[in-house]
């Protein structure tokens, strides 16, 4: 590569090519390759059992792979012991030291590198500033709430400046309302330090909106990797199209499908309208959610099945009442006998 | 129904079902155990002369500390109490050693170690003491030649038949026996800590050696305190191997007495000695009031800086 | 295997065999002629050297056979009752709240810093006066008493965390407080009820104190004390010596060998909480 077409491409941060992992006799992960950027963000999501983790804890170095190899900033690290491997990482449980307080929590892998102390203060107070955490550096993690803990996970991390950051589910032990505001945190953090992050979650939500490209794993294999909107707009396959997107994608298979010239159809509740009209299919309301902003209505088809619809707003349309559906120009996805997208 | 139930209040109605679940232990552990014990209490500052009982306040602690027919037995039964003592210490840090050990992550053979080093705890006194009686034994030839197979035989002595390495040996006899109690204590204290703690230590570059003297040891340091306490206990209890070793009279001349010893031939005589419960109980007291002035100074000074870690 | 495990391995290899080789050789030379004993001692017992008198002379002196059942009676019954009434006070220290809880508590928990035989002449006078010295019942009441401090500490701390709702459930159903007691609570400590097993099972078949002061009758004799006993009689019959140590270690080995897993899950099942 000439210098010139080195600058233009932004740096390889992880390459993970061919990883396998087997547990005795058991796959948990096989053939991943993916290549991140540096400074992206990406997302590894999954339903429980998926792999994801696995996936983390072998970057991380915790784990080894049983097959195929792994660069980290252009470099192999296979073998390589974690705290050589210049990553930080956050633990869904935060795992902070019970025995020492915040400061000594966050400086005590500097210490050990052996750092002198006045650069370890510097780290450490910039930290605590970006974190909120100054005042409460000589507390112990007992004295700490949650999000407090969370933060002073982070805050570990941080100060080891690391090429590549970690998370595990970090949010799933916060309530709903604090992880709405760690999950703006996070992206924020992102914003500031620019660093490469690597996320895992089974949460769709947090993918969407914290991700620069989402890996969906499932059975231990990535299913599709891109861009959010990606993935939400042409999901690769039926597995992708009722992961991402909340509520579930409505699926529709059998005669239905057939007509269609595929084994399973797909639509989006907020891509179907109702229309008093030509409707392509008819049934009746069995059951409505009203959220103020939204409407949901779970509409018995005759031939469709089961569907759910999205209604901006709110709606007079309640249990009971006949509806005529008709999905949105281009919106309606359809899937072969392996549920693979076509085109 | 029962009146004086410290349950029966007012307001209340009454639980007697809380009488009924204390009561058996309450009356088993009181007959059994406590009031013998203010009976031995008693017993040390009385002196029973032809069936009577005379009141003789500090005379026997006395007798115990400075008259010549006692003292120098029981000075000589403290001396070699605390020497026994430190000599058992070294069980701790091999029993904590080897729980490190086995609590390695990912360890094979992890459940075969721990079966195997645990059996001699298992075994009886008897067992352990004639066994390594015979095997430390100069007759027999079992020690000589094992020394000899690592070039060291010049080692060999019949140690229990010395008297400056009897008790030493016998303490650590002890040690080997006894191991497993501080191994598997600290085995189980050590498993739970979570994984994701010793994660992150691993990624925090602390790992090994380092990260058991500054992750691991620190949280369990209650349990290593309550281990150390219990062989301060279990120390003055120990009479039963030197008994099967070396005999009540804990030779080779008295090297190897120690306070338990000395209170089973002060309190039911032995061969040419005439048995006294007066003066066996003041030796029996007097090794009440050493434990409880350790376990005060445990309790107070120790154990209150000691956090249990809830994780 | 990086070379932290190989040097972990080779200490543990190094441990177990110091606390093995001490059984294996004993029981190795058991079942040898006393001339190979002394000759190779370190040896396999082989063809030339194969021999049993040692097993023969003490199976035919006779009492063992009463010291074991004597041994076994006492320890089942005395575990028994530790069981029995730890349990029962532990679920009312737990579960009920009263003015003398936390005394009551430290009351039979302070027991275990305390060594029953300093009681001793205290104990033998209470035998003595109740007509049971040389007898088995005077024995298990005493092993009963020692072994509830521990049984309490350790049975306390599990019944705390029986959840509430679980014992409401049951109030609420019509049960008594003795069968939520019997019912409910009980099953959900069985591991600590094998924990308090393991740990006071063990000093009670081994202990030369109590039955030595108490009971050393030759119809009440335990089996340690007889082996203790009978040891110190044939002294210099190397033969029968190891053959009565080997005997007494095999059935423990057995045992032990039979249950170890459940024995290190119940020690360890405290950890887990």
Known sequence: MTRNEAASVPPIALELIGITKQFGRTDVLTGIDLAVDEGDFVVFVGPSGCGKSTLLRIIAGLEDQTAGNLRIAGASADGVPPAKRGIGMVFQSYALYPHLDVAGNMSLALKREGIPRDEIARRLNAAAEMLELAPLLKRKPSALSGGQRQRVAIGRAIVRQPKLFLFDEPLSNLDAALRVNTRIEIANLHRVLGTTMIYVTHDQTEAMTLADKIVVLYEGKIQQAGRPIDLYDTPANVFVAGFIGSPKMNFVGGDEARRAGAAMLGVRPEHLSITTGDARWTGVVRHAERLGSDTFLYVQTQTAGELTVRVVGKTELGVGDSVGLVPLPGMLHRFDDRGVRLP | ?311 | MSRRTIAAHAALIAYTAVALLPVLFIVMNSLKSRRAIFATPLALPGPGTFDLVGYTTVLASGGFGTYFTNSLIVTLLSLAGILAFGSMAAFALAEYRFRLNTLTGLYLMLGIMIPIRLGTVGILELMVGSHLVNTLTALILVYIASGLPIAVFVLTEFMRTISDDLKNAGRVDGLSEYEIFYWLALPLVRPALSTVAVFTMIPIWNDLWFPLILAPGDSTRTVTLGAQQFIGQYVTNWNAVLAALSLSILPVVVLYLLFSKNLIRGITAGAVK
Request: contains cysteine.
């Open chain 2, 1 to 311: 129904m029962t009146p004086a139930s410290p349950a029966g209040r007012a307001a209340r109605p009454a639980r007697p079902h809380i009488i009924v679940f204390l009561a058996p232990a309450i009356l088993v552990y009181t007959a059994v155990m406590i009031v013998p014990l203010f009976e031995t209490l008693r017993l040390s500052v009385f002196r029973s002369v032809a069936n009577a009982d005379t009141f003789v306040g500090w005379a026997n602690f006395g007798a115990l500390f400075f008259d010549d027919r006692w003292s120098h037995g029981f000075w000589n039964a403290l001396r070699n109490n605390v020497i026994f003592f430190c000599i058992q210490m070294v069980q701790n840090p091999i029993g904590i050693g080897l729980a490190a050990l086995l609590a390695l992550p990912r360890l094979r053979g992890s459940a075969f170690y721990r079966t195997a080093i645990f059996m001699p705890t298992l075994l009886s006194f008897v067992i352990v003491g004639f066994g390594w009686k015979l095997i430390l034994s100069p007759l027999w030839g079992v020690a000589p030649s094992l020394l000899g197979a690592v070039g060291l035989k010049f080692l060999f002595a019949p140690y229990l038949g010395r008297e400056n390495s009897a008790l030493i040996t016998l303490g650590l006899i002890s040690v080997w026996q006894y191991v497993g109690v501080p191994m598997m204590l600290c085995y189980a204290a050590l498993i739970s800590i979570p994984d994701e703690l010793i994660d992150a230590a691993e990624i925090d570059g602390i790992v090994g050696i380092e990260q058991f003297f500054k992750i691991k040891l620190p949280l369990i340091w209650p349990t290593v305190g309550m281990i150390s306490i219990l062989t301060f206990v279990g120390n003055f209890n120990a009479f039963d191997l030197i008994y099967v070793t070396q005999g009540a009279l804990a030779g080779p001349n008295y090297s190897t007495d120690i306070l338990g010893t000395l209170l089973y031939r002060t309190f039911f005589g032995y061969q040419l000695q005439l048995g006294d419960p007066n003066m066996g109980a003041t030796v029996a007291t007097m090794m009440f009031l050493i434990i409880l002035a350790g376990v005060c100074i445990y309790l107070f000074a120790v154990q209150r800086r000691l956090s249990r870690y809830q994780f």
